[in-house]
């Protein structure tokens, strides 16, 4: 399969069957959204920067809690809090867990919540691990530290963080980078096979290339 960062919290997953799926794709947020062909796009939720439907060509729109298939790939989706609060604050988001290809992929939308064996359980251990760190209104880069130690995937991806022109305010991907000891930085990622090993964290580039 490959992973393409589009921006934000948004990701398009292509299968070697042709399947395409666009997750989060966003809207007014001062960076252009591509406008892109897919088999299904997934929302976490319906805050602006999440849920711009129309920008995307595709038949099919997952937006609820459950089981679904696109193509060869499962998916499940399962509700976790927007804020440390119990939603109190600003109400819930999904993770989407997609399995295709012998590989687990897991957006965690805009996570809010502390990590815990509560939330772990809910989620799962996936092979990548794609998480919001800039804060605000997600967990910031040292919860989503502990969430990555916690689920310990092959590859973490990060997202949700400030880049130039973006007008959503959170922080920039920089104090996550600095909590680990290597990163790598990528414009795609191609995996042939299932992930293993120590977990990997990868900086994706937003492509243009689609």
Not at 185 to 210: C, F, H, N
Request: hydrophobic content about 35%; charged content about 25%.
């Amino acid at each position: 399969m490959k992973i393409q960062y589009l921006g934000h919290s948004s990701f398009l997953f292509t299968y070697g069957d042709g399947t395409r799926i666009v997750t989060d794709p966003f809207g007014d947020v001062g960076i252009p959204m591509p406008r892109v062909r897919a088999d299904a796009v997934t929302v976490s939720h319906s805050h602006y920067d999440h849920c711009n439907v129309r920008g995307v060509d595709a038949p099919q729109v997952l937006a609820q809690e459950g089981v679904f298939g696109v193509g060869g790939v499962q998916i499940r989706s399962v509700r976790c809090d927007h804020d440390d609060a119990g939603g109190r604050k600003r109400g819930s988001t999904l993770a989407f867990r997609f399995e295709g290809e012998g590989i687990s992929v897991l957006h965690l939308g805009d996570l809010g919540e502390p990590c815990s064996p509560a939330v772990v359980q809910r989620l799962g251990r996936a092979d990548v691990l794609l998480i919001p760190v800039g804060g605000n209104y997600t967990i910031d880069a040292r919860e989503a530290k502990r969430y990555i130690e916690t689920l310990k995937p092959a590859v973490a991806i990060p997202m949700h963080y400030k880049v130039k022109g973006l007008t959503v305010d959170i922080a920039g991907v920089e104090e996550f980078l600095s909590l680990f000891s290597a990163t790598e930085r990528a414009e795609t990622l191609v995996m042939d096979q299932k992930p293993s090993g120590k977990t990997k964290i990868v900086y994706m580039e937003r492509t243009e290339k689609w």
